[in-house]
């Protein structure tokens, strides 16, 4: 191979999936830009006219569903790691030669449909099911309570949905610990407290970084879990940007609120990067 | 390394009520994590346990007793039957297209050094960090505005766009724990560049090939939100499902569901026996230190 065929192969190799990327997701950002700074209705058609009050009227008229959105991925968020951590502790230090069937046990939920499955936690939490009715005989609901339709709910479904996302970072992280540290760490009489948070929680940082940004991202832009399982009282920004696009047809609004969400979760994004650093958040540092 | 093959420190001298209370915190950590998987599996149970639901309304939310019936005839109504072909099509042709993109791309960024590399990789990464409702409606948005029809294709030119970056991050992690030094045997041995990487190194990556196109095929069949914004008439499964929601359920989204389910979870032990039984092959070949 002559040298300048070598030193095109990359490109040659990357412009396909690039051009695609750059066509399909790029591009379109650009075209999303330019709908949120015009106006008119689809009936009268748009003329671009630089509007950037959209931006000051989207954000004054739903801070609520943007504030709801953050705190219920951010509950989400911080409840799937109460949950992962452990699990992932026990899958990847007890779990012996059944730690792959354990992690298969965690990613069965991804064998059913997203939809249905935020769909059985109607069934669950339903009314006249068996769930309520404990909670009612032991007095944790009152006579007329529901969990349906409520915040727990949605919260609920959105860590549910969530989840292996991450449970499987951190244990991918935890796995990598030599069982031999702990036991070093105990033989130099370190207290199970010590060896949790100086041995254990050091190591598990990477995946708790990737797990926090694989929950808390998709979680912010939601919206099956509080249509399906809350009320208008629950409706994230995912809600309105999907009903302006697709319902009411105010795309300028939508595609304000899209960048909004976009932005705020970049600058939560980068907050976090100088915490931990660009090249682990990319994944891009193994690369050598 | 297995936890139990390395040397355990002494707890003889522990008194017995420190012994004890260790014994109770174990315990309770694996109590933890028994019902943090049961949290993750009863709505499974759940879905698979109302197939057999002999359901007389237009929801199946509540028990009424068990059946057969819908088992019998699951695909009793076209409509759903028909979003799943779709769903199969689109997602087939996802895979193929997005694999084939994503791989070549792996394989440029983790082999060569070359301009640009560094903000390819973060460009790669920007779709994956980036919500799906954001995605779906940037991308409604291009279509509006060079007035594309939206349907099949639309839908895939979606699937394949977010797929691609999950391909690249999962080839790439397999390529960098790559050994160069079998290639350059091949070569060194006559094999041209393509020859070497038809015969060498593409069975070697081989598996996270496989495993990427299974992750494509599995977001593209699952994704709703996306999809969504770009489907215009044509319905796909879960675009049947979310209309369905509203009005009503029937028995056959979880017979369909369930069938996906044993189907898939079949496929996975299949593979992981695959891969035994090729490992247990190769094992009886001579390995050099």
Redesign the interface.
Known sequence: ?SRARR?L???A??S???L??VV??????Y??A??SLKTGTLETGYQFTWHFKTYTDAISNYQDQLLRSFWYAGLATVIALV??F??A???A??G?KYK?A?L???I??????????T??????L?D??WVVDFLKTIGLLGENGRLLATRTAVVAGIT?NF??FMILPVYAALERV???ML?AA??LYAK?RDVVMRVVVPAATPGIVAGV?LTF??A?????NAE?LGTPQQSMI?NV??SR??EITD?PT??AL?FI??AI??VL?LVYARFVG?ES????D??? | MEAATAPRRSRAAEPALVRGGRRVMNGALNLYAALALIYLLVPVAIILLFSFNDTKSRFNFIWQGFTLDHWKEPFKFKDLTDALVTSIQVATLATIVATLLGTLMALALVRYQFRGRSTTNLFIFIPLATPEVVLGASLLSLFISVGFARGFVSILIAHVMFSVSFVVVTVRSRLIGFDRSIEEAAQDLGANGLQTFFRVTLPLIAPAVVAAALLTFALSIDDFVITNFNAGSTVTYPLYIWGAARVSIPPQVNVLAAMIFLFTVAMMIFTVWQQRRAERLAAVRPTEA
Do not use: C, H, K
């Open positions: 191979m030193r192969l990359p490109y190799l990357l396909p999936g690039l695609w990327l399909f997701f790029a591009v379109p950002l075209y999303m330019e709908i949950i992962a452990p699990l502790y026990v899958i230090f007890r012996g792959n354990l298969l046990l965690v069965l939920p991804f064998f059913i449909t997203y939809l249905v499955r769909l059985s936690w109607q069934t669950i339903d006249d099911g549910y989840l292996p030599d069982p031999r036991e105990y033989d199970r940004l991202i998709p912010a832009g939601d919206f099956v399906l995912g940007i999907q696009y697709l795309y939508a595609a899209s969400l976009m979760i970049l994004v660009t958040l990319t994944g891009a193994e690369a050598r």
